[in-house]
C-alpha cells in the first residue's frame, strides 16, 4: 500500500510514474517542464547542481551558474543523462 501511495504522489508531482524522468520539475517557485529531444552537447553557459527531483534518488539538476534569487530565476534548467542533457524550460511567465 505504502508503494502505491508513493507511485501516486510520484506522478502527481512530476508528470511519469516511477522510475520514468520527471516530465516536469518545481524549482525556484516555478514549473519548468521537459523537452522532447536530448543534446548531446552540455549547455553554452557555466551550470551549477541545484538539486535532485525527486530528492535524495532522482536526478541531478543543473541551473546557470551565478547568483540566482526567487526574483530572478533562470529560464532553463538541465538534466544530465548518459546519452546527452535534457533543457527543461520555465512555463509561463512571471
Not at 14 to 22: E, I, T
Not at 46 to 51: F, L, M, S, Y
Request: charged share 15%.
Amino acid at each position: 500500500m505504502v508503494i502505491a501511495v508513493l507511485a501516486v504522489a510520484h506522478r502527481a508531482s512530476y508528470g511519469q510514474w516511477p522510475p520514468a524522468a520527471p516530465d516536469r520539475v518545481e524549482w525556484c517557485g516555478r514549473r519548468y517542464y521537459a523537452p522532447t529531444q536530448v543534446s548531446p552537447r552540455g549547455p553554452a553557459v557555466p551550470v551549477r547542481a541545484i538539486g535532485r527531483h525527486p530528492p535524495l534518488v532522482g536526478s541531478q539538476f543543473y541551473a546557470r551558474a551565478g547568483r540566482i534569487s526567487e526574483a530572478a530565476c533562470t529560464l532553463l534548467i538541465y538534466r544530465k543523462t548518459q546519452v546527452g542533457w535534457y533543457t527543461y524550460g520555465l512555463s509561463g511567465g512571471p
